[in-house]
C-alpha cells in the first residue's frame, strides 16, 4: 500500500524533477565542481598534472597571502571603499525620493527619474571609457575647472582623490534605481497620515520626520541589511577598469589581487587561497544579512 | 499625498532647481562623450568640445566602420546576446514551474531550492572556474559565454514570486480537464507571465550585452572577444600601429579620444533603444513586487 503510494508520488512529481535537469547540470558544471576546485588552496598548482592533483602544502598559501606585504593594505581599501559605497548608496537614494516626493509637476518627475537611473543600466566599460575620458587631464571637468581659473586636478592619478572618485561614480551608477525602489515605497504610504498630521499642526519636516520616514523604514532596512553582504565586495568591475600604477596603493582591492596573481603572475593557488577566503566572509556575511532582513523587514527570498 | 504649506516656496523652486540640475549631471557626462564623437580630433585636443560637437565631424565613425575588430565583435555580441538570453529564459521558465509549486505537491522542492541558493551564497571563486572551464574544453568558444550564465538564480528567484502571485484555480482547472505539465506550463503559465517574462528577458539580453569580464579571461584569441570585451581593450589601450596605411588621410581627422567615444557610444545605443521598455516594465511591475515580497 505505501509503496504504490510512493509509486504514484513519484511518477506525479517525475516531471517536477525532469523540469530541474538543465538548471542541475548548470549549476554542477559551473558552480559545484569549481566549488570543489577550492581544494587547490591547499595545494600547488601544477600545469602538468591536472588542475586538482598537485601536490598538497596544507596552509603554505594561506602564509604566503598573510606575509605578502601587500596584503593589509588591500584589506583595509576593500573595506574601507566598500564601507563608504554601502553608506553614499543607502542615503543619496532616500534624500533624492524624498526631495523628488516633495516636487510638483509629474511629468518633470518622470523625466528626472530616467535621466537618474539610464547610467544603471550601461556596463562598467563603458562608463569606466566614460570617466576615464571625463576626469582626464584633458577632460571636461578638468577644461572647465581650468575656464575658472583653477589647477587642474589629476582625479585617477592621485591617492588621495581616488577612493572618492570609486564611491561617487558607484553612486552616480547605480542611486537612480534605488530610488525608484523608495519611491514605489512612498506612493503607498496612506495620504490620510499626512492630512492627519497637518490637522495636528505639524509642519513639513515634521511631517517627513513622523510620516515619510516611518513609512519607508522597512524599505530602507530591507536594503541596508541586504547591502551588508557586499562589505568584501568593492566592486571588481569598476576597480578594474579605473585603476592604474599610480593609485595602486588606494584602488587595489580583494578582487583585483586574485585578479592579478592569477591572470598575469600564474599564482593560481595563491590566487584561489585569496578568492576562498573572501568567498568565506561574504557568504557568511550574505547569510546574516538575508537572515536580519527576514527578521526586521520580514523578507523572504522564497 | 497632496499637501502644501505657507511659506514654502522658496524650498519649492531650490528644491526643483536642484533636482533639475542632478538629473543633467547624471546625463552630463554620456553627453560630453558623444559630442566628442561626433568632433574633430583637433577640436578635442584644444578643450573646445564640452556638451555640444565642435568643427562636427563624422570621422570617427567612419574610421570604425572599417575596423575589422569592431564589427567582428559586435557579431559575437549580438550572437551571445540572441543565444544568451533564449538559453537562460529557457532554464528560467522551466526550473521556476517546478520551485514555484507547493511542498505537498513537490516533496522535494525544498531541497532544490537550498541547492540553487547554495550557488549565490558561496563559489569557488575566479580561478577554479576558469579551470573548470579550460578542462570542458571550452575556452575560446561561444559556449562559455552563453552557458555559465544560463543559469541566472536571482531571475528563476524573480519568475518564482511572479508565478506564486498567479491563481492557483487556474491551475487546477487546468489538472482536472486532464492537462499535463508542458500544456500547464506553455498554455496558461507563458501568456500571463509576459510581463514578467519581457521583463527578465530584457533584463538577460541587457545582461549579456553588458557582460567583457568572462570575454577577458575565457577568450585567449582577441577575435572571440565579444563587443564589450573589445571595447575594454581599446579604452585601456589603443594604439594607431597597425592600421592601414590607406587610412592616412582618415588618421589626421580622428583621435585615440574620439574613436574610443564613438565606439562607447555605439555600444551604448542598443540599450537606449530597449530603454523605453526596461523603463516601462521595470518600474510598473517587476521592482514593486520583487521589493514587496
Same mark, same amino acid.
Request: hydrophobic share 55%; proline share 4%; net charge positive.
Given at each position: 500500500?505505501?509503496?504504490?503510494? #510512493? ?6 512529481? #517525475? ?13 554542477? $558544471? ?38 605578502? +606585504? ?27 525620493? #524624498? $526631495? ?13 527619474? &530616467? ?36 589647477? +587642474? ?15 561617487? &561614480? ?47 523604514? +522597512? ?41 592579478? $596573481? ?41 | ?7 514654502? *516656496? ?15 549631471? @547624471? ?18 585636443? !584644444? ?90 574544453? =571550452?575556452?575560446?568558444? !561561444? !559556449? ?54 519581457? *521583463?527578465?528577458?530584457?533584463?538577460? =539580453? ?9 570575454? =577577458?579571461?575565457? =577568450? ?38 574620439? *574613436? ?12 537606449? @533603444? ?20
Amino acid at each position: 500500500m505505501r509503496a504504490l503510494h #510512493l509509486k504514484s508520488r513519484f511518477r506525479h512529481e #517525475l516531471p517536477y524533477h525532469l523540469f530541474l535537469i538543465p538548471g542541475i547540470i548548470l549549476a554542477v $558544471l559551473f558552480c559545484y565542481i569549481p566549488m570543489m576546485g577550492i581544494v587547490m588552496a591547499f595545494q600547488n598548482f601544477s600545469v602538468f598534472k591536472g588542475w586538482l592533483a598537485g601536490p598538497w602544502v596544507g596552509m603554505d598559501n594561506f602564509q604566503y597571502i598573510i606575509s605578502m +606585504p601587500r596584503f593589509g593594505q588591500v584589506m583595509y581599501n576593500t573595506i574601507y571603499i566598500s564601507i563608504l559605497k554601502i553608506v553614499f548608496s543607502l542615503i543619496v537614494p532616500i534624500v533624492v525620493a #524624498l $526631495l523628488l516626493n516633495e516636487m510638483h509637476g509629474q511629468k518633470l518627475k518622470r523625466v528626472l527619474q &530616467t535621466a537618474m537611473y539610464l547610467p544603471y543600466f550601461l556596463s562598467w566599460v563603458v562608463l569606466g571609457g566614460i570617466i576615464l575620458d571625463v576626469l582626464s587631464l584633458e577632460g571636461v571637468i578638468n577644461s572647465l575647472i581650468q575656464a575658472f581659473g583653477g589647477e +587642474p586636478v589629476g582625479f585617477l592619478s592621485s591617492n588621495r582623490l581616488f577612493p572618492g572618485v570609486l564611491v561617487t &561614480t558607484e553612486v552616480w551608477k547605480n542611486f537612480g534605481f534605488n530610488t525608484i525602489i523608495y519611491m514605489a515605497a512612498l506612493t503607498s504610504i496612506n495620504p490620510d497620515l499626512y492630512e492627519a498630521a497637518m490637522i495636528d499642526g505639524a509642519s513639513r519636516w515634521r511631517q517627513i520626520w513622523h510620516v515619510t520616514l516611518p513609512g519607508i523604514r +522597512p524599505t530602507i532596512i530591507l536594503l541596508a541589511t541586504l547591502s551588508l553582504g557586499n562589505v568584501l565586495n568593492a566592486g571588481f568591475e569598476q576597480v578594474f577598469m579605473l585603476l592604474n600604477p599610480l593609485v595602486v596603493d588606494s584602488g587595489d582591492i580583494l578582487d583585483t589581487l586574485v585578479y592579478r $596573481l592569477a591572470f598575469n603572475q600564474a599564482q593560481y593557488s595563491v590566487a584561489t587561497a585569496v578568492g576562498l577566503f573572501k568567498s568565506m566572509v561574504s557568504g557568511v556575511l550574505i547569510s546574516v544579512s538575508y537572515y536580519m532582513a527576514y527578521k526586521f523587514a520580514d523578507y523572504r527570498i522564497f | 499625498m497632496k499637501y502644501r504649506l505657507n511659506g514654502s *516656496t522658496v524650498f519649492a523652486v531650490f528644491n526643483k532647481v536642484f533636482l533639475i540640475l542632478l538629473g543633467i549631471l @547624471c546625463i552630463a557626462p554620456i553627453v560630453n562623450t558623444l559630442a566628442i564623437s561626433f568632433s574633430s580630433a583637433s577640436a578635442v585636443a !584644444m578643450g573646445k568640445v564640452r556638451f555640444f560637437p565642435s568643427d562636427f565631424s563624422l570621422d570617427a565613425y567612419k574610421f570604425i566602420a572599417t575596423r575589422p575588430e569592431f564589427l567582428r565583435s559586435l557579431g559575437v555580441a549580438v550572437i551571445r546576446v540572441l543565444v544568451g538570453s533564449a538559453l537562460q529564459m529557457l532554464v528560467t521558465f522551466i526550473s521556476a514551474y517546478p520551485l514555484s509549486r507547493e511542498n505537498r505537491d513537490f516533496s522535494m522542492r525544498t531541497f532544490y531550492v537550498w541547492f540553487f541558493m547554495f550557488t549565490i551564497l558561496f563559489s569557488g571563486g575566479i580561478v577554479p572556474l576558469y579551470m573548470q572551464v579550460k578542462s570542458l574544453h =571550452m575556452l575560446d568558444t !561561444m !559556449m562559455v559565454l552563453v552557458l555559465p550564465t544560463a543559469l541566472a538564480v536571482f531571475n528563476i528567484v524573480l519568475m518564482i514570486n511572479f508565478f506564486r502571485g498567479l491563481p492557483r484555480e487556474l491551475d487546477e482547472s487546468f489538472r482536472i480537464d486532464g492537462a499535463g505539465h508542458w500544456t500547464i506550463l506553455w498554455r496558461l503559465y507563458f501568456p500571463l507571465s509576459l510581463p514578467a517574462f519581457a *521583463t527578465i528577458l530584457l533584463l538577460a =539580453m541587457v545582461g549579456h550585452w553588458n557582460s567583457w569580464f568572462d570575454g =577577458m579571461i575565457f =577568450m585567449n584569441q582577441t577575435e572571440n572577444y565579444p563587443l564589450a570585451t573589445y571595447l575594454r581593450s581599446i579604452i585601456v589601450s589603443f594604439d594607431f600601429s597597425n592600421v592601414r596605411s590607406e587610412d592616412a588621410a582618415l588618421l589626421a581627422s580622428i583621435s585615440p579620444r574620439t *574613436t574610443k567615444s564613438a565606439q562607447i557610444i555605439l555600444a551604448t545605443l542598443p540599450i537606449l @533603444c530597449v530603454y523605453p521598455f526596461l523603463q516601462r516594465y521595470f518600474v510598473s511591475g517587476l521592482v514593486l513586487g520583487s521589493v514587496k515580497g
